[in-house]
Antibody, heavy 122, light 108 residues
Framework: EVQLVQSGAEVKKPGESLKISCKGS????????IGWVRQMPGKGLEWMGI????????RYSPSFQGQVTISADKSISTAYLQWSSLKASDTAMYYC???????????????WGQGTLVTVSS | DIQLTQSPSFLSASVGDRVTITCRAS??????LAWYQQKPGKAPKLLIY???TLQSGVPSRFSGSGSGTEFTLTISSLQPEDFATYYC??????????FGQGTKVEIK
């Protein structure tokens, strides 16, 4: 069974650093892109970026480039999303999701993690 | 960047109603569009990919159509468990994909 299990909720102060995780199981972790999606309170889904754990190829949305870092450790089938200096506006739910590429060239997020709630408040 | 505009942003409907949600892309994306359903406090769930292909396990009352710049998600007979927020996602620029702003379907 494919599963993506994310790390638990975090409460941080502005200026602090943070790294949240997404552990994949039940499939070949190095063969699928893992994406990160932000959902601010009461708002919609925002595509942040994506990584291919097989070779760590990473792409970012222009809105998030330079604001976060996406990485992966394929030895433990885990992807990460990290901030070096959090802001109150980073308060949101963050989801990881596996991107499936089918034989016709269509791709989509087929499995999602349960989400990690990040709260940044002084 | 390709922008997606969903309409309406909110709709109120009754059980048994036929519901249609539209997603318009700012430029042509062929059939590189997916639809997701999100219920409160839950992760999104894939409903449809490649504009019209139903994901395994998704009820057949859900259907998708369109190509190019205009797409629709139709629920043929709305059920109580379908009250949720629906998002389209364009996937024209592999591996990147952006979302529409969402359509909330509430009980009338």
């Amino acid at each position: 069974e494919v599963q993506l299990v994310q790390s638990g909720a975090e409460v941080k102060k502005p200026g602090e650093s943070l790294k949240i995780s997404c552990k994949g199981s039940g499939y070949s972790f190095t063969s699928y892109w893992i994406g990160w999606v932000r959902q601010m309170p009461g708002k919609g889904l925002e595509w942040m970026g994506i990584i291919y754990p097989g070779d760590s190829d990473t792409r970012y949305s222009p809105s998030f480039q330079g604001q976060v870092t996406i990485s992966a450790d394929k030895s433990i089938s885990t992807a990460y999303l990290q901030w070096s200096s959090l802001k109150a506006s980073d308060t949101a739910m963050y989801y990881c999701a596996r991107q499936f590429l089918d034989s016709s060239g269509y791709f989509y997020f087929d499995y999602w993690g349960q989400g990690t709630l990040v709260t940044v408040s002084s | 960047d390709i922008q997606l505009t969903q309409s309406p942003s909110f709709l109120s409907a009754s059980v048994g109603d036929r519901v249609t949600i539209t997603c318009r892309a700012s430029q042509g994306i062929s059939s590189y569009l997916a639809w997701y359903q999100q219920k409160p406090g839950k992760a999104p769930k894939l409903l449809i990919y490649a504009a019209s292909t139903l994901q395994s396990g998704v009820p057949s009352r859900f259907s998708g159509s369109g190509s190019g710049t205009e797409f629709t998600l139709t629920i043929s007979s709305l059920q109580p468990e379908d009250f949720a927020t629906y998002y389209c996602q364009q996937l024209n620029s592999y591996p990147r994909g952006t979302f529409g702003q969402g359509t909330k379907v509430e009980i009338k």
